[in-house]
C-alpha cells in the first residue's frame, strides 16, 4: 500500500482488524488561528508551540504577515510571533486568501474592521459560497463597510472605520460571530457586549484573557451567557502551547470505537468543556472511553483519552449538544451507521453552510455505502444494524476535508473498500491523517497493494 495524502486524487479505505496505540492528533486548529492573530496584535514576541500546520492555519499566518506581524517558524519547531500592538495594523499590498478556512475568514474580518484602510479577502470555491452577512451585519452596526458579492459572499472587502462600541445578542450561537465582535472591539473606544444565547466554544475569551486584556464573562440562570470586553487596551505576549484537536481526535475515537477487540489512547487532546459533545455521546452510544491525566494549560482543559472498541447502540443526540460538536457530526453519523438501532441527530441547521452541505453530503455517501437513514431538513436519522454497512461507494468530498476523513473512518469497518474522490482536502486540518491511522493498523492509500 502506498499513500500521499498531500497529492490530489482518489484515496480508498478497506476494512481492517482492531486498531491500537499510543497517538496525538495535530494542534487544535481553533486556538492555532487565535494565537497567530492575538500573537500578532501582542507586543513583544509569543512564542507558540505544537500549532497545527494545515493549510487553513497557514493561511492565517499569511494573513497576519501581510497585516505587518512577524511571523517565523524556528528549526525546534516553535513558531515566533512577534506583534504590532493593538491599533497598528499595516495595510496589506495584496488580497488576503482565505483559501478553505471560514474561521480565519470571519476572525479576520472582525481584526481590520477598526483599521484605517480598506482589506480585500477571497478564498476557495468553496469559501466563496458560504454566507459571511453573520458576521458583516454586526461590524456594520459598529461602523465598519462591508462590500461584497450578491447573497454577502466572497470575495468582499472591509473597509476599516473608527468603531463605536455596541451591545450585540447573537441570533444564534456561534464562536466564529462572537470573536469577530470581540477582534473588532480591542481597538474600539469603551465597553463592547456581546450576548450568546448558548454557551459556545470560548478560546477567543480565554486567549485574550491570558494576553491581559480585560474581559468579564457571566452565565445568567437563563442559560444565555455575557461577555464584556474594554477596548483600547495592549495586549502582552504569552506564550502558548496548542493542545491536540479534539476535531481531529474524533476520527480516530470514531475509528476505534466501531471495530471491536480496539484500544487506541490519544494523547494531549484539548478537552474544553464547549467542545466534548462527541466522546459524551460516544459513551452514551456504549463505548468505552476513559479521559486520564487531566490537566489545565494555559486556560484550557487538556488530557488523554482512552477508546476501547466493542458494540455500538442507537441513541437520540440532544439537539443542544449540537453547539458542542457540531465540526463532529459527519464522524458521528459514521459512528451510527455501525450502531445497532436508531439514532436521531436534528437541531443541526448550521451544517447546511459549512464547507460542505454536510448533511446532503454525507447523506448522499452514506446512502450509496448501504445505509439507512432519513435526512432531515436539520439533520439525519440513522437506522443501524446488527452488521457492518456495506461500504464499496465513491464519496465526492465537495473540497470539504471531515467528509473525506469521515468516510476513510467508514472504509475501516466496513464491507467493502470506501473511496473519496480526493484525498488532499485532509490537509486543511489534519495534515499527516493517512500515515497516523496506518500506523494504527488501518489500510488507506491511493493504491492498495
Not at 64 to 89: C, F, P, Y
Request: one cysteine or more; charged letters at 20%; hydrophobic letters at 40%.
Amino acid at each position: 500500500m502506498t499513500s500521499n495524502q498531500t497529492k490530489a486524487g482518489p484515496v480508498s479505505s478497506h476494512a481492517c482488524k482492531a486498531i491500537a496505540g499510543k497517538v496525538t492528533v495535530p494542534g487544535d486548529k481553533s486556538i492555532s488561528h487565535r494565537s497567530l492573530i492575538l500573537g500578532g496584535l501582542a507586543l513583544g514576541t509569543t512564542r507558540v508551540s505544537g500549532l497545527l500546520e494545515g493549510e487553513d492555519v497557514l493561511c492565517t499566518a499569511e494573513a497576519m504577515r501581510k497585516l505587518g506581524a512577524q511571523i517565523d517558524k524556528k528549526e525546534n519547531g516553535e513558531w515566533h510571533v512577534t506583534g504590532v500592538g493593538v491599533g497598528s495594523l499595516s495595510e496589506p499590498d495584496a488580497v488576503l486568501d482565505m483559501g478553505n478556512s471560514g474561521t480565519a475568514a470571519r476572525l479576520l474580518m472582525g481584526l481590520v474592521a477598526s483599521a484605517p484602510f480598506n482589506t480585500f479577502f477571497c478564498g476557495d470555491a468553496s469559501l466563496h459560497k458560504r454566507p459571511m452577512r453573520r458576521v458583516s451585519q454586526p461590524l456594520e452596526q459598529m461602523g465598519a463597510v462591508v462590500t461584497s458579492r450578491s447573497g454577502d459572499r466572497f470575495p468582499l472587502c472591509v473597509s476599516g472605520q473608527n468603531l463605536m462600541p455596541i451591545t450585540y445578542e447573537l441570533p444564534v450561537a456561534s464562536a466564529q460571530v462572537k470573536s469577530c465582535i470581540l477582534l473588532a472591539a480591542l481597538d474600539t473606544p469603551g465597553e463592547t457586549t456581546v450576548i450568546e444565547p448558548k454557551p459556545t466554544r470560548d478560546h477567543t475569551e480565554n486567549m485574550l484573557r491570558h494576553f491581559g486584556a480585560e474581559i468579564s464573562v457571566t452565565q445568567p440562570d437563563d442559560g444565555s451567557r455575557t461577555i464584556c470586553l474594554q477596548g483600547q487596551q495592549e495586549l502582552k505576549a504569552a506564550d502558548i502551547l496548542v493542545p491536540g484537536d479534539p476535531s481531529s481526535a474524533a476520527f480516530l475515537a470514531v475509528a476505534a470505537a466501531i471495530l471491536p477487540g480496539s484500544e487506541v489512547t490519544i494523547e494531549n487532546v484539548g478537552l474544553n468543556p464547549l467542545r466534548d459533545g462527541l466522546f459524551e455521546t460516544l459513551g452514551q452510544m456504549g463505548a468505552d472511553i476513559s479521559i486520564n491525566n487531566l490537566r489545565d494549560q494555559g486556560g484550557e482543559q487538556v488530557g488523554d483519552i482512552r477508546v476501547r472498541g466493542g458494540l455500538l447502540k442507537g441513541v437520540v443526540v440532544p439537539p443542544e449538544r449540537a453547539i458542542s460538536m457540531i465540526d463532529e457530526y459527519p464522524v458521528l453519523f459514521v459512528a451510527a451507521a455501525f450502531a445497532h438501532g436508531t439514532t436521531t441527530m436534528l437541531g443541526l441547521e448550521e451544517l447546511r453552510v459549512k464547507e460542505s452541505d454536510r448533511i446532503a453530503v454525507m447523506a448522499e455517501g452514506l446512502k450509496a455505502c448501504g445505509v439507512n437513514l432519513e435526512e432531515r431538513e436539520d439533520g439525519l436519522i440513522i437506522h443501524g444494524r446488527a452488521v457492518p454497512p456495506k461500504g464499496g461507494a465513491v464519496v465526492k468530498t465537495h473540497l470539504d476535508h471531515r467528509i473525506a476523513m469521515s468516510f476513510l473512518v467508514m472504509g475501516m469497518g466496513s464491507e467493502d473498500p470506501v473511496t473519496v474522490d480526493d484525498g488532499s482536502v485532509m490537509e486543511t486540518s489534519f495534515p499527516g491523517f493517512t500515515e497516523l491511522m496506518n500506523s494504527l493498523g488501518a489500510k488507506i492509500g491511493s493504491t492498495i497493494d
